[in-house]
């Protein structure tokens, strides 16, 4: 596993591509904001999860897509007024 700064380095270069694939799935600014961030956040208070099986990126897309079912979830049990 790298070292705290160097994923933190990592993660701000892939947060871009990350934020466009949520964006394209959400079709929402804010919400796809969101969605990235708690990603990012997950990745950062357990960095000793990400056992290296695959690429980080591919590892933290993975857990966007779980963050982008919750929030269209989420959106879904909305009533509009």
Known sequence: MTSL???HQQLEVMRPVL???ALLQLRNQALAEDAVQEALL???EKPDSFAGQSSLRTYVTGILKYKIIDCLRASNK???L
């Open 5 to 7: 700064p160097a994923l």
């Open 19 to 21: 934020l466009r694939f």
């Open 42 to 44: 997950a990745v950062l």
């Open 78 to 80: 909305e009533v509009s």
